[in-house]
């Protein structure tokens, strides 16, 4: 089969899969302080959360008894992993875990108090739509809070993540994802604010995005 560097769901869904028994052990380490940044962020807001690739639920525990937590995720043997691990871990807040598309999330709009996605978004085919998708489901005044990857946009550490996007695409993520394409977005939504940006450990390749949801325009008229 030829490498390729367009994502699809099945193609993400098949590699996610094939990560699943060994996921804890080859990223658990390496996202840990990214994970609990983003937990620290949502919990700061609170009340009902939306975890997005929430994959084998490393991040669960960390969440307080006080938040009501969803997780979806494309993956059924990641998701196995994670209802093993709420089993486990008794984590009663834990409301339910679902395989979903980010890109089509089945939930209704304004249901969260919290949008969280840890690493995902540049696993999803295509990104934008999963970010209007965050925005739909979040309350006005609730955030979204990203964990990513931003590549770089020149250099060699530019043209190493251009050639490498056939191969990690294979893999379930993307390596070239620069900053523009979040601004870009957000220009175009008209309904997120950025909040943060902070880049995190290992290296700062990946960063912690804070976004609010703004009011409807119709509801700030006078």
């Known amino acids: 089969m030829a490498i390729t560097s367009v994502m699809d769901r099945h193609q993400v869904a098949e590699a996610y899969g094939r990560w699943a028994p060994i996921y804890d052990i080859v990223f658990g380490p390496v996202?840990?302080?990214?994970?609990?940044?983003?937990?620290?962020?949502?919990?700061?807001?609170?009340?009902?959360?939306?975890?997005?690739?929430?994959?084998t639920g490393l991040s669960l525990s960390d969440y307080g008894?006080?938040?009501?937590?969803?997780?979806?995720?494309?993956?059924?043997?990641?998701?196995?992993?994670?209802?093993?691990?709420?089993e486990t871990q008794r984590l009663a807040n834990v409301e339910a875990l679902e395989v979903m598309d980010a890109e089509h999330l089945t939930v209704p709009d304004a249901s969260f108090d919290v949008v969280v996605a840890q690493y995902v978004v540049t696993a999803i085919p295509n990104p934008e739509k999963a970010l209007d998708e965050f925005?739909?489901?979040?309350?006005?005044?609730?955030?979204i809070i990203l964990t990513t990857r931003i590549g770089a946009e020149t250099g060699l550490r530019g043209t190493l993540e251009k050639w490498l996007m056939p191969l990690t695409s294979r893999l379930g993520w993307r390596t070239?994802?620069?900053?523009?394409?979040?601004?870009?977005?957000?220009?175009?939504?008209?309904?997120?604010?950025l909040l943060e940006r902070?880049?995190?450990?290992?290296?700062?390749?990946?960063?912690?995005?804070?976004?609010?949801?703004?009011?409807?325009?119709?509801?700030?008229?006078?």
């Open 65 to 86: 008894k006080g938040t009501s937590i969803v997780g979806i995720d494309i993956s059924e043997p990641m998701l196995d992993k994670a209802r093993q691990r709420v």
């Open 135 to 143: 925005v739909r489901v979040v309350r006005p005044g609730g955030e």
């Open 31 to 55: 996202f840990r302080q990214g994970r609990r940044a983003a937990v620290r962020a949502a919990e700061a807001v609170g009340g009902r959360i939306l975890e997005v690739g929430v994959g």
């Open 198 to 222: 902070r880049a995190l450990p290992p290296l700062g390749h990946f960063w912690l995005l804070r976004y609010v949801r703004v009011a409807d325009p119709i509801t700030e008229r006078p």
């Open 176 to 193: 070239e994802f620069p900053w523009a394409r979040y601004e870009r977005w957000a220009e175009g939504c008209k309904s997120v604010r």
